[in-house]
């Protein structure tokens, strides 16, 4: 595997003033988790746990994370490289630029389809409670997608003062349908004495946890680079990642636990949470979402190669795959989505961290970047995706934990063959 091309890298530097304290950079990653989606995959877990394997699975699967979190944030810290740039080493420039891509692509899609199904059902529910007439959760759902895109196209910019509204009212929404649980539905018992009726293995609870934040884990280092130094970038993954991620879960499965429901919107109507509460829930999707189909326009941009000037077609393009599996049903393949995130994800990870801090022993004067390709690093992401992909959701193959399988065989991998194509060079020639 030849590494021809490689090169230092400059331009990137963060300057003193530039470098942020742990607190500023844990409330960006609490903001991230104060959201529609762990209260989804909280609520999904509630179906398939009591609340002390909820929690258990929060608790390993976002100790994964931040494990590999922590190393990526300390590496951006260190060389001051956003993860696309730091993955262009052991994956080179085209790979990182293809792979990482790709990635956000369809994790972007996936989450504006499964949004735009939650903010469907949410609205005809609101609809339904407040006039009685039942619009079919699908129809609102191709109407909402539609809307999102349009403002993802058209009006990002003015819908961003909505995130001082939804968020707020998310929060006061959650806290008044965890106490009406409680009180109104004598959830303490219900929970005390739950248990679920099909049960998950360990192993697929914390699979679902991981893919909760498998994506933000892998590409924190475009904020964590701005951390003051090392012990700041642990810090804030922990601290801003574990205690808001834990209670937006647990939330969600204390009031699925109760209700029975794991569909968050009839969650809400199930605790008696007013038409405020599923307007907040629209609101918070609607913000959320916009960002998804941006976040997905630009990554198709990069994958097509196409640049950002072309940005309102390919954001476009990422809406409307969205909206059609929000009418499709996604919501009833949602523990397939996140299988594939989980899987396909982690190893980018771990080829990075290997070449990093084991291949260049954690010093920044070790890390270039390879121009093109570099088939070391792709191939021992593929050999690591697949492993976790088998592993977690074959069921003869499963074994383990899937997301760490994955990371552990593309990290072995490609120290190997760096390893190996190491010692061929440096080793003499034979005499004849």
Sequence with gaps: MSDKGTSTFSGYE????????????????????????????????????????????????????????????????????????M???????????????????????????????????SFSAMIASMTGFVIPAWVSSLVWGALMLLTAMYGYKALKFLNYIAVPALIAVLIYGLYAAITKNDGIAAVSAYTPSVPMTLVQGISLAVATFALGG????????????????????????VPAGLAMMVIGAVLTIVTGEYDISAVLAAVGVPAFGLIALVLATWTTN???????????????????????????????????????????????????????????AGVIIADYWIIGKGKRENFKIVEGFNWSGIISFAAGAVVAYCTGSVPSLVFFVAPINGIVVSMILYTAIKLIARSSKTAPAVAE
């Design 14 to 85: 963060i300057k003193p003033e530039q470098r942020q304290g742990w607190v500023s950079l844990a409330m960006i990653w609490i903001g991230a988790m104060i959201c529609v989606p762990c209260l989804m995959v909280g609520a999904y877990l509630g179906m398939g746990f009591n609340l002390s394997g909820v929690v258990t699975c929060i608790l390993i699967g976002y100790g994964i994370v931040c494990t590999y979190m922590c190393f990526m944030g300390m590496q951006s810290c260190d060389t001051g490289l956003p993860t696309v740039s």
């Design 87 to 121: 993955a262009s080493g052991p994956l080179g420039t085209r790979g990182a630029q293809y792979i990482i891509s790709a990635l956000l692509a369809i994790a972007c899609v996936g989450w504006f389809g499964v949004q735009s199904a939650v903010c469907g059902a």
């Design 290 to 348: 916009v960002t998804n189909a941006y976040s997905g326009g630009i990554a198709f941009s990069s994958l097509l190669g196409v640049g950002e000037k072309k940005f309102k077609i390919t954001t476009g393009i990422a809406g409307a795959a969205g909206t059609i599996l929000a009418a499709v049903g996604i919501m009833n393949q949602f523990q397939g989505f996140l299988s594939i995130l989980t899987a396909f994800i982690p190893p980018v």
């Design 218 to 241: 892998v590409i924190s280092g475009d904020y964590s680079r701005f951390a003051k130094n090392r012990k700041d970038v642990i810090k804030s993954s922990v601290l801003g990642v």
